[in-house]
């Protein structure tokens, strides 16, 4: 009796494993789509501005170092998967 009841659990996980892998597998592979077709995100110091005011003087303007003005920045799924 203990033995089928050992067996069956061990399937249980097994199947659940494996589920679980599958799982994991198709949202990667949703995330690296989703990253080709989005690679952009806000840059967070200037909020997609591209500008940058100084603190101390009001009416002084740049363009933000660190997207160089351009208000995009790669995500960072993009930098760590080297996606392109
Ligand atoms: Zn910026």
Do not use: E, Q
């Not at 009841?5 to 949703?30: H, K, Q, R």
């Not at 005011?53 to 208000?71: E, M, T, V």
């Amino acid at each position: 009796m203990t033995g089928v009841s050992v067996l069956s659990t061990l399937a249980t996980i097994a199947v659940c494993v494996t589920l679980l892998a599958l799982l994991m597998v198709f949202l990667l592979a949703a995330y690296r789509f989703n990253l080709k077709r989005h690679p952009y995100t806000d840059c967070r110091r200037c909020k997609g501005t591209g500008a940058r005011r100084s603190r101390l003087f009001a009416h002084s303007f740049g363009y933000c170092p660190d997207c160089n003005g351009r208000g995009l920045k790669l995500r960072a799924g993009v930098r760590l998967l080297n996606i392109r």
